[in-house]
């Protein structure tokens, strides 16, 4: 019994590993998918590497590769709780990889800053198991071969082979091959790159002139001259939190004064729960039912350029060269982009949008479609406003907060509330400042559209705060409409009109219909503002992988 023990001994150091994915599995932090694929890579890599220094003993190279090895298994293992336990999906998930492959500095010490309280758990967690097992079975089990008769070395050295060869055979597998943290990155990167170059060559074509069936059908409805529509796309912002839908902070003070104004629709949800999903599928004709289409067909800035609009696209977040909504951003004529080198940094707040927004609403252009793209309330919310708007980062007693208390929140979460209603009091300010500057040209005929790519659950359900798929403030979205013409209604078809149900993968009809577009790549049936527009086809409406409705 001895003697087989000692021969199977770096099996079953392999065998242990699997206790940190097992634990993980059994508190449901990750399904048998992630627990099982992480504990087959953790026994084979690891057993292999113990049986070889059974054979080589304490050979410093084999040591850094245990350790090397170790430390990247277990990195792997934390990375997936977090971004379950967090965002509510797979590493593997494509926006998981965009956002990785498309993220800075800055960026990460915002996701840490908002989110470090639950990695922390998890750090401390891991290292006590790595600490643990690098003291009990790598330090405490050395066993050289020296010491060993020759018959129990030709017996090592056979299984040490047999364990190499079904390393390589289990990498044969193309999914187990993909959670493998050496090769997950090249992978994904390699997929990606190929996405990108599928949509960049159908870029360069527009470019080119070269115009496909589709987009050659669409044409202006006729009487069209001189229009100005513009499309204001927020961010993080969920409608449970806004005054203007019935919260209880006064959060919207300055778009309150233009309610009567404001076609405001309160049944509406966001594309995808994250920013490239979202801002991908309103702006293409790409939805959950087809997510890839965006690869082939053409973009609402490749449309409205073809029906005679100058484009102008104004960011204060994002790139000219980095993923995917900065190539949708490069389809505009005019590209500019204002948070340079501080990326969702503190340094930039959304007001530095104004100036060249007031630019292009400046320019001599007959027709024009600007889309803003806001910072909005982006985690880490505290970095999202200047100081004279936190007025709401205090409030313990207001009923808001009150009722968070009674419902068992922690004050930091409450906390953490405060900041983001403040991002949202601030956002209403540049709201008000951009729909107020078209408003006042409203000699001409104009449209103002204002939706956020997600939402945000803050403190609504639990203590946390930030990103979660699962939950319903997540995809509640507001969702604003002026117009210089067409808000002349009578009070009871506004009401019906607003409380239609939409989801924002088809914003691309909506934004057709205000551009006064016509034919294969609009349907008036998924146009929010068409009388002939029919929920049935929108319904029922999808929350990632549930149904909302």
Not at 362 to 368: C, H, N, S
Request: a positive charge.
């Amino acid at each position: 019994m001895k003697e087989i023990l000692i021969l199977v001994g770096p099996l079953l150091k392999g065998v242990a590993f699997c206790l940190l994915p097992l634990s993980y599995y059994l508190l449901g932090m990750l399904n048998y998918s992630q627990a099982g694929k992480a504990s087959l890579l953790g026994f084979f890599i690891l057993g292999t590497l113990f049986c070889w220094r059974k054979i080589w003993g304490a050979w410093r190279l084999l040591t850094f590769a245990l350790g090397f090895s170790l430390v990247l298994l277990t990195a792997s293992i934390v990375f997936q709780v977090s971004i379950r336990q967090i965002f509510g999906m797979q590493q593997d998930d494509v926006l998981v990889v965009q956002a990785l492959l498309n993220t800075n500095l800055e960026e990460v010490r915002g996701f840490f800053s908002q989110y470090m309280r639950h990695i922390a758990v998890h750090l401390i967690f891991s290292l006590v198991f790595l600490a643990t097992y690098w003291r009990l079975l790598v330090v405490a089990g050395r066993d050289l071969t020296h010491h060993h008769p020759a018959r129990r070395r030709r017996t090592t050295i056979i299984m040490a082979l047999v364990m190499s060869i079904l390393l390589v055979i289990i990498h044969s597998n193309s999914s187990l091959r993909k959670a493998n943290p050496l090769f997950y990155f090249h992978y994904n990167y390699k997929k990606m790159s190929k996405e990108m170059e599928q949509a960049r060559r159908l870029r360069e074509e527009l470019a080119q002139g070269i115009v496909s069936p589709v987009l050659s059908s669409m044409h202006l409805k006729p009487g069209i001259d001189k229009k100005t529509v513009v499309l204001v796309i927020g961010e993080s912002d969920t409608r449970n939190n806004w005054s203007l839908y019935g919260y209880g902070r006064k959060t919207n003070p300055e778009l309150e004064k233009l309610r009567e104004q404001l076609l405001i629709f309160d049944d509406v949800l966001a594309a995808d729960g994250s920013t490239v999903g979202s801002v991908t599928r309103m702006l293409t004709a790409a939805t959950y039912r087809n997510p890839d289409i965006w690869k082939s067909s053409p973009t609402i800035m490749a449309t409205a350029r073809h029906l005679g609009y100058k484009v102008f696209w104004i960011a204060n977040q994002g790139s000219e060269n980095r993923g995917v909504v900065p190539m949708l951003a490069a389809q505009a004529d005019t590209t500019i982009f204002t948070n340079r080198g501080m990326d969702r940094g503190e340094s930039s707040f959304d007001e530095v949008l104004i100036d060249p927004y007031e630019s292009a609403l400046a320019d001599p252009a007959a027709r024009k479609l600007i889309i803003v793209h806001l910072l909005g309330a982006h985690p880490a919310y505290n970095f999202r406003y200047p100081k004279p708007y936190g007025i709401f980062e205090k409030n313990f007693d207001d009923p808001v907060a009150l009722n968070l208390k009674e419902a068992g929140r922690a004050p930091w979460a409450i906390h953490l509330r405060n900041m983001y209603d403040s991002a949202l009091l601030y956002q209403d300010h540049i709201l008000a400042q951009l729909l107020g500057s078209l408003i006042k040209g409203r000699g001409e005929d104009a449209s103002w559209l204002y939706i956020a790519d997600h939402g945000q659950d803050v403190a609504h359900n639990t203590d946390y705060s930030g990103h979660n798929y699962r939950v319903k403030e997540q995809w509640e979205v507001p969702l604003l409409i002026w117009r210089s013409k067409g808000n002349t209604v009578n009070n009871e078809a506004r009401e019906m009109l607003v409380r239609r149900a939409y989801q924002a993968d088809f914003l691309d009809h909506t934004i057709l219909g205000l551009l006064g577009g016509e034919g294969d790549l609009y349907d008036p049936e998924l146009d929010l503002l068409s009388d002939a527009y029919r929920s049935t086809r929108i319904l029922p409406r999808r929350m990632r992988d549930t149904n909302y409705d």
